[in-house]
């Protein structure tokens, strides 16, 4: 129970920080991604702010020898630069280009502007899905 | 190019950044896991019956709330779609089908990876900024 009332409570400050930062504002996520005209900088203080504090902390965290809550660190084991991260990249830079929205601001927005969002969560959904089939 | 300073919120957006890398560093230290909502929200998707299920939805609850949390705090957050109809659609096909394919999103790659300096994740960050960069240069922004 303490394992899963953790999880939500780190879900609960992803979201809130999401929303005070502005990414829940398609809009705003077009603004910082239309750099040739009105260029809106927020959204790179968001990138800063997460990074400094993962930057610092992940080491810290990562010199014990076990998570609290679970038996072992899972970190992603694939390094090389191959195909399908540059195709799968190029294809989600589109898509929050076209929608201002990507993965965790499309599902906190269910929340806070359902009708507008729902389909877009819905498509991606259904990527997520095939897209794990697609090999490259 | 010009600093569109109107909407220009620096402050807010370092507080909430600070916050969105307070989480990701809490998931890591409780869980070992990455907190990449693509990943998250995928693996929900392809594989329901985990044993992972039960953190991932909580966590999707939390992230639901959080929003809502604010609000209640500080009135409505502000939400202006752009795209609607087929476009939103696609946009989010392409999010989905790309975020799968690519392994991550801005969280995952954008927020832990660079932190963990990972090259795969930071030349992800580059390839889909640049990508969004340059399709609301050809559909307006």
């Known amino acids: 129970m303490t394992r899963l009332l953790s999880a939500a409570f780190i879900g609960l400050i992803f979201g809130a920080g999401l929303a005070i930062s502005g990414m829940l504002n398609p809009e705003k996520v077009q603004g910082f991604l239309d750099i040739t005209r009105i260029w809106d900088p927020s959204l790179a203080f968001v990138m800063v702010g997460g990074i400094a504090v993962t930057l610092i902390g992940f080491p810290i965290v990562l010199k014990r020898p076990n998570p609290i809550f679970a038996e072992m660190f899972q970190l992603p084991k694939l390094t090389k630069i191959d195909r399908p991260i540059l195709i799968g990249a190029a294809l989600f830079g589109v898509g929050w280009g076209l929608g201002g929205l990507c993965p965790g601001p499309a599902i906190a927005s269910l929340s806070t502007n359902f009708s507008a969002v729902l389909l877009f969560v819905v498509m991606m959904l259904i990527g997520l899905w095939a897209g794990a089939k697609i090999k490259l | ?141």
């Open chain 2, 1 to 141: 190019m010009t600093i569109d300073w109107v909407n220009f919120t620096p402050i807010a957006s370092l507080i909430g950044g600070v916050m969105v890398g307070c989480a990701a560093l809490l998931l890591m230290a409780l869980h070992g896991r990455i907190m990449g909502v693509s990943g998250i929200a995928g693996a929900l998707v392809r594989t329901p019956k985990s044993k992972d299920t039960g953190w991932r939805l909580a966590f999707i609850i939390g992230l639901l709330a959080g929003p809502l949390f604010i609000a209640a705090l500080s009135g409505p957050v502000e939400s202006i779609f752009v795209a609607d109809g087929m476009l939103l659609a696609i946009a989010g096909l392409l999010v989905g089908v790309g975020t799968a394919i690519g392994s991550g999103c801005t969280s995952g790659h954008g927020i832990c990876g660079i932190s963990r300096l990972s090259l795969r994740s930071i030349t992800a960050t580059c390839t889909f900024v640049a990508f969004g960069m340059i399709t609301v240069f050809i559909v307006g922004g």
